[in-house]
């Protein structure tokens, strides 16, 4: 393929969306995160959002993230919360939600998920 072939492809330009990010630190092996995968995959309704994966460092299992996409970040953390609440890594993960209008971020809060 050629630069010309791939400028004849009509890619759409992606749509900013809000986020929810929750960071995390230690965790006990990968099996633990893709059980937190998994239950976000089937659990968030589609019209509230939808997950989108995770990532770790594989070196150490130090720390990851997991990312999570909707139309109100507000009420995708609050159905995802009960989920995250489930597993003990989380405790002191920190959350990002990140708000938009019109495909802009206009705001951003970070907090414990402990204090939530």
Known sequence: MNFKELE???FEEAKITDSVI???????GLDEIHAVDKKLFDEIPEEIGRHDGHIVTLEDDTE????TYGNNAE???KTMKPILDEFDFLKNAEV????TDKSKIIRNLEFKLSES
């Open 75 to 77: 009420k995708l953390f």
């Open 64 to 67: 990851g993230q997991f990312f």
């Open 8 to 10: 004849s492809f009509n």
């Open 22 to 28: 929750i960071s995390f630190g230690e965790f006990n």
């Open 96 to 99: 990002h939600l990140s708000f």
